[in-house]
């Protein structure tokens, strides 16, 4: 948690500053839009798909956007922009009002995401870069959680103007986070891979665009499928114990408790050794085959009773978390090794394509093949993360053999 330099704990104390303030808002979103703006559930769902789509259109855009300014550079701004939009919230209502914050804040977030992800990759040396991420990974977790307690006792009170203060809270939060950001150090290059970079590209006569790379592209789709373990976790799991099982619904807290436990105090083990292609790609087959073990436990509980669907779903849940821990270390490693070192963030932006197409097609998708075809559904879902799993590596492999093709310089904090 503490991390073992002071670099690393500077990150994992930025990243606990900026989930809280998110998780508080996220946690109470539901109510806020719906009591506070006058949504209804339709209305909100439609407006998180045209902000969705708004951020798969941007990603890549932004992504070059932090190579020309600067990935810290480009952090700086837009978690600046971020709390002023959230300062925003209380004076906004109507459903047109919603869309047009939603858009501007998915494109926001977009560019922060790249910045963020160049910048943590340049700044440390190639064999820290995924233990450093589990680390602040693991104070991301710790921040949601005390954002979803604060979020917890402001709706608990049950008044509208209490609900109305939690984006000013996490507006706030997020200011202290940007300020966070512009005191972190700068990355630097050596003068000598700047000019053999710059020699590589005049010779190879063009600008060696991120899409080029076919192979990073598949990549990030497959890591995207494997990544869906998050529907799994919050969205279909939860629903099938609810309506499919005789399990209890207080099982809930126990199994979000579960996995807030696991994803603190595991992330780094997870991590540990994630230093190349092979081992990421490891670390990804170890995922996605604890997210297929979850899918065959939770099937079976359709038909168990008592104290066995308790222990099963919970198993379930578990072995899901499993997928999260190891997709997530494996995911850092291939990012870090797959990408152009001259084009951080835009790789960053084609790494972000394969999240946002799961976030639109697998909650629909897993929630009707779980809920609608029951044990079958459960079968499909395993087979989508089984091809993922066997597409991975191959296209991983095709986009090493293109970066040694353009000769990338490699980078240095």
Not at 163 to 188: E, G, H, R
Request: net charge neutral.
């Amino acid at each position: 948690m503490i991390g073992p330099n002071p670099l690393v704990r500077s990150l994992a104390g930025q990243s606990v500053l900026s989930a809280f303030g998110e998780g508080a808002f996220l946690t109470g979103s539901a109510v806020f839009f719906t009591v506070i703006v006058g949504l209804s559930a339709q209305q909100v769902g439609l407006g998180l798909s045209i902000a969705a789509l708004a951020r798969f259109v941007m990603s890549v855009p932004l992504g070059r956007m932090a190579d020309r300014v600067g990935a810290k550079r480009m952090w700086q701004v837009t978690s600046a922009v971020e709390a002023v939009l959230y300062a925003a919230w209380p004076f906004l209502a109507g459903f047109w009002q919603f869309v047009a914050m939603m858009i501007v804040m998915s494109v926001v977030e977009a560019g922060r995401r790249s910045g963020r992800g160049a910048y943590t990759i340049a700044v440390f040396p190639r064999e820290e870069r995924v233990r450093s991420q589990a680390y602040m990974r693991a104070a991301r977790n710790v921040g949601y959680t005390l954002g979803a307690l604060a979020a917890g006792i402001a709706l608990a009170t049950g008044r509208d103007e209490v609900v109305q203060a939690v984006p000013l809270l996490t507006a706030f939060l997020l200011a202290l986070n940007a300020w966070w950001v512009f005191k972190l150090p700068d990355v630097t290059r050596e003068p000598s891979q700047e000019s053999v970079l710059e020699e590589v590209v005049e010779h190879a006569g063009e600008k060696r665009s991120a899409l080029h790379n076919r192979g990073f592209f598949l990549m990030s789709i497959c890591n995207g499928v494997l990544g869906t373990h998050g529907v799994l976790l919050n969205v279909v799991i939860p629903l099938w114990l609810v309506q499919e099982t005789d399990a209890p619904h207080v099982l809930l807290a126990w199994l979000f408790g579960t996995n807030t436990v696991m994803a603190v105090g595991l992330q780094v083990a997870a991590a540990r050794g994630v230093v190349d292609v092979r081992r990421s790609l490891q670390a990804q087959y170890r995922g996605a085959a604890c997210f297929v073990l979850s899918c065959g436990i939770v099937l079976v509980t359709h038909d168990t009773v008592g104290w066995v669907t308790i222990a099963l779903v919970w198993i379930g849940h578990v072995t899901v978390t499993g997928s999260e821990l190891f997709q997530s270390a494996g995911m850092w490693g291939l990012v870090s090794e797959l990408s152009d070192p001259d084009r951080l963030g835009e790789y960053q932006g084609v790494s972000g394509l394969g999240y946002t197409m799961g976030d639109v097609w697998a909650p629909a998708l897993y929630t009707y093949l779980a809920m609608s075809w029951g044990p079958p559904g459960w079968i499909v879902i395993a087979g989508i993360v089984v091809v993922a799993a066997l597409g991975i590596g191959p296209s991983s492999y095709a986009a090493q053999r293109y970066l040694v093709r353009t000769k990338a310089a490699p980078v240095t904090a």
